[in-house]
């Protein structure tokens, strides 16, 4: 009989611990990968509100240089707002890309 009833309880440990290491695998694989898809949803939310931004600044600088300059740049010299907001962008793009490669962690912590 307490033969009997040790094998039940060496059985009901051997569950609990196998309960117990699916509950832990399942604590440390979920809750950071939560993190980790909140953090890429911001991000790509983040990144996407940039750009936007961006090619919004960029239709408002040549639109502001087309119409707000008077007769500069009329004629053959109409191009050179093209050639503005081209530098406006090459510049934005160098400091993404100089901001991107400098890494960091974007000031979180």
């Known amino acids: ?8 309880g060496l059985i009901a440990d051997g569950r ?9 695998a399942r604590q440390e694989t979920v809750g950071p990968l939560k993190g980790v898809g909140r953090y890429l949803a911001f991000g790509l939310a983040g990144s996407l509100l ?4 961006v090619v919004l600044l960029t239709l408002a600088l ?3 240089l087309q119409t707000e300059t008077g007769s ?27 901001a991107i490669l400098k890494g960091g962690d974007g000031g979180s912590q």
């Open 1 to 8: 009989m307490a033969e009997e009833q040790s094998k039940n």
């Open 16 to 24: 609990e611990l196998v309960e117990l290491l699916k509950d832990y």
């Open 50 to 53: 940039i750009a936007v931004a």
């Open 62 to 64: 040549l639109r502001a």
């Open 72 to 98: 500069v740049f009329t004629g053959s010299l109409n191009w050179i707002p093209y050639l503005i907001t081209l530098l406006f962008v090459v510049l934005v793009a160098s400091l993404a890309t100089r």
